[in-house]
């Protein structure tokens, strides 16, 4: 079944840390996203990717990494700097960047960090 | 903060109608979506919106309106599994880059 992958689904780090959160896609798609999710607030873009290796920050990119080796994958990794970063994260892929009938986000299972 | 705003939260009875209202203020605009997001899952896509006017989908119905930056989305014969969060989002410019509202919380009840 194609699709999109997110691990783990739960994932704990001690403050000072940098942890990296798996998103695998198999769905063919070009881009890809990271979303942060938090309680009473909308997705937050943090960054996205048009292309193997090429990305672009978000609105709210610090603290943050990335990177598009493989079409398929788009890693991101919560650096120590990243000042509160318990929260839903969610990974997301479409077919096309232009836009247009088709090229909808179609979302991962979410992984939840929590800081300890 | 972000442009673009729904009710926080709504309740409806099983076998009714309920109409979710989003509006939202932006340059170069390029699509209006809704998704559907059940707690601690991922959000599912229901519709998109490009130009004026109705577009259905079995039970999910949304609309929008451009010139007065709006939009709704109606869900006929509401099920009890309808009961979760629905996420308004538009986009801009060229790319695929989308701004949420906080979404709205329905609760279905019998």
């Known amino acids: 079944d194609g699709g999109i992958t997110q691990s783990p689904k739960y994932l704990f780090r001690k403050e000072g840390q940098n942890v990296t959160l798996s998103c695998e896609q198999n769905?063919?798609?070009?881009?890809m996203y990271w979303y942060r999710q938090d309680p009473g607030q909308g997705l937050r873009l943090i960054y996205y990717?048009?292309?193997?290796?090429?990305?672009q920050k978000g609105d709210i990119a610090e603290g943050y990494s990335v990177s598009r080796e493989k079409k398929e994958s788009f890693p991101l990794t919560v650096t120590s700097a990243q000042k509160n970063p318990t929260a839903f994260y969610l990974c997301?892929?479409?077919?096309?960047?232009?836009?247009?009938?088709?090229?909808?986000?179609?979302f991962g299972q979410g992984t939840r960090l929590t800081v300890v | 903060g972000q442009n673009i705003d729904q009710p926080t939260e709504m309740t409806a009875t099983e076998g009714a109608i309920v109409q979710i209202n989003c509006t939202y203020q932006?340059?170069?605009?390029?699509?209006l979506f809704w998704y559907q997001q059940h707690a601690g899952e991922a959000p599912t896509f229901l519709s998109y919106?490009?130009?004026?006017g109705l577009e259905e989908k079995g039970r999910f119905s949304s609309f929008l309106s451009r010139s007065k930056g709006y939009s709704y989305l109606l869900l006929k014969e509401l099920q009890m599994k309808d009961s979760a969060s629905y996420l308004c989002?538009?986009?801009?410019?060229?790319?695929?880059?989308?701004?949420f509202g906080t979404g709205t919380q329905l609760k279905v009840e019998l």
């Open positions: 997301a892929s479409s077919m096309g960047w232009d836009g247009g009938q088709g090229t909808e986000a179609f």
């Open positions: 769905l063919n798609h070009d881009a």
């Open positions: 990717s048009q292309i193997v290796n090429d990305f």
């Open positions: 932006t340059s170069g605009f390029n699509g």
């Open positions: 919106n490009v130009l004026d």
């Open positions: 989002a538009y986009r801009t410019g060229g790319g695929n880059k989308l701004t």
